[in-house]
Nanobody
Framework: QVQLVESGGGLVQAGGSLRLSCAAS????????MAWFRRAPGKERDFVAS????????YYADSVKGRFTISRDNAKKTMYLQMNSLKPEDTAVYYC?????????????????WGQGTQVTVSA
């Protein structure tokens, strides 16, 4: 099992940038596929992006493609989400998640480990 802690959220103006981090503890981070999800106020949790255990494959939701970049540093046991050209509709609590089944899809139910979330607020 992997314990996950997100950081880097905050308040930013539209068009600005933020970089989220997800720090992991435990011995299996380098063999876990990882992902970012978000939940906007009053809405369901949505898939944002995922990355394979080695970092060679990445996937993005259409709404963030071209603006967000997911990456990981297995030596530091940390995953990142670089968010550029932020929009007010990106406002949400962002969660990192992991699984040891080599799953990189959009279904949150397939991810076993979750962080507590970090708030991102984008003002118009």
């Amino acid at each position: 099992q992997v314990q996950l802690v997100e950081s880097g959220g905050g308040l930013v103006q539209a068009g600005g940038s933020l970089r989220l981090s997800c720090a992991a503890s435990g011995r299996t981070f380098s063999s876990n596929n990882m992902a970012w999800f978000r939940r906007a106020p009053g809405k369901e949790r949505d898939f944002v992006a995922s990355i394979s255990y080695g970092g060679g494959s990445t996937y993005y939701a259409d709404s963030v493609k071209g603006r967000f970049t997911i990456s990981r540093d297995n030596a530091k046991k940390t995953m990142y989400l670089q968010m550029n050209s932020l929009k007010p509709e990106d406002t949400a609590v962002y969660y990192c998640a992991g699984n040891d089944e080599y799953y990189s899809g959009r279904s949150g139910e397939r991810y076993d480990d979750w962080g507590q979330g970090t708030q991102v607020t984008v003002s118009a």
